[in-house]
């Protein structure tokens, strides 16, 4: 299976953003793990701080599921939100922390409605625990 995971803004500072909340482990640390555990799937990786750039990559439609964690435009991006309405593969939406724990307005997910599933609060593993649902 081809797995095509999206990190959001500031997700390219994991390991060293707010490691109370996230975590010290990087991105590319957890993925080498993820590609080395998951070896007979292929795990690709795009991360943007930009939301047009995170839309013209799923329109890309190269995959065959699809993790997603937009980081601070799950809040307000409608436009991410009906791109993912438009994705007919399996799509799981993932929260390092538990958004619903955060600051009031961390606590609504406007792209939440258009996944197939979300998950909050597990850290990295949320990545590891969307992988195994949709294999």
Do not use: W
């Amino acid at each position: 299976m081809k797995i095509l995971i999206v990190n959001g803004p500031n997700l390219n500072l994991l390991g060293t953003r707010e490691p109370e909340i996230y975590g010290s482990v990087s991105m590319d640390q957890y993925l080498n793990e993820l590609i080395q555990e998951f070896s007979e799937h292929e795990i690709l990786y795009y991360q943007s701080n930009v939301e047009g750039e995170i839309i013209n990559r799923l329109q890309e439609n190269d995959f065959e599921a699809l993790i997603i964690n937009p980081g601070a435009f799950t809040h307000y991006s409608y436009a991410i939100a009906d791109c993912l309405k438009n994705i007919s593969q399996p799509k799981i939406e993932v929260h390092i922390s538990n958004i619903y724990k955060r600051e009031e307005f961390r606590q609504k997910s406007v792209t939440a409605a258009n996944a197939d599933g979300i998950l909050s609060g597990f850290g990295m593993k949320g990545y590891r625990l969307a992988i195994l649902s949709l294999i």
